[in-house]
């Protein structure tokens, strides 16, 4: 079992910048695909990010190109998404994800843990 706690969300005013963390606890962190979705009221989950277990490989929404950025600290059990250029429609909540998948998968039915999410609000 992996637990996943993510933090950092808030509200920015647009053009802004936010860095989410998402805290593991469990099993051995550095095994893991990590990911990064999001969810807008009244919208499906879909993909922002993902970085293999060694952090060699990530992959990201078109969408948020660019902007966005996501890493991890294997040694702190950490993942981290630094978000830049922040537009309204990045509104939503914000959930990390981990996987013991060894090939970076952007489907969130590949992913077998969740966190609870963190709101991330971008005013215009």
């Known amino acids: 079992q992996v637990q996943l706690v993510e933090s950092g969300g808030g509200l920015v005013q647009e053009g802004g910048s936010l860095r989410l963390s998402c805290a593991a606890s469990g099993r051995t962190f550095s095994n893991y695909l990590m990911g990064w979705f999001r969810q807008a009221p009244g919208k499906e989950r879909e993909f922002v990010a993902t970085?293999?277990?060694?952090?060699?490989?990530?992959r990201y929404a078109d969408s948020v190109k660019g902007r966005f950025t996501m890493s991890r600290d294997n040694a702190k059990n950490t993942g981290y998404l630094q978000m830049n250029s922040l537009k309204p429609e990045d509104t939503a909540v914000y959930y990390c994800a981990a996987d013991r998948r060894i090939i970076i998968t952007t489907l969130p039915k590949d992913y077998e843990y969740w966190g609870q999410g963190t709101q991330v609000t971008v005013s215009s």
């Open positions: 970085i293999n277990w060694s952090g060699g490989q990530s």
